[in-house]
């Protein structure tokens, strides 16, 4: 079973950062592109990030290109989220997604239609203006 975990979220003020966090228990994170999702209240799940697993290339959501930054440590076992210049619309809660099917991949152009079947339980962010 895989199980992934979020943390890092937390309130933040206008303009200010916050750095997430996406770790997992017995499995390797570095082996899969790993994809960062939100989701606001009454609002549809969007892609935020991904990063690949086989060359680190990175993708982002147009609305975070420029402040979100998503990288790897994996003698960590961690996949980032670096979070600058928040704006309330940033408001929601963070989700760390992969699947098996991602092993040893690129994220794609469409990385956000990638086939995610793990989930974490989410890390909620509070941006206030």
């Known amino acids: 079973q895989v199980q992934l975990v979020e943390s890092g979220g937390g309130l933040v003020q206008a303009g200010g950062s916050l750095r997430l966090s996406c770790t997992a228990s017995k499995f390797t994170l570095e082996r899969y592109a790993i994809g960062w999702f939100r989701q606001a209240p009454g609002k549809e799940r969007e892609g935020v990030s991904c990063i690949s697993s086989s060359d680190r290339s990175t993708a982002y959501a147009d609305s975070v290109k420029g402040r979100f930054t998503i990288s790897r440590d994996n003698a960590e076992n961690t996949v980032y989220l670096q979070m600058n210049n928040l704006t309330p619309d940033d408001t929601a809660v963070y989700f760390c997604?992969?699947?098996?099917?991602?092993?040893?991949?690129?994220?794609?152009?469409?990385?956000?239609?990638?086939?995610?079947?793990?989930w974490g339980q989410g890390t909620q962010v509070t941006v206030s203006s």
């Open positions: 997604a992969t699947d098996l099917s991602l092993w040893n991949s690129r994220c794609g152009t469409n990385w956000y239609r990638n086939r995610y079947d793990y």
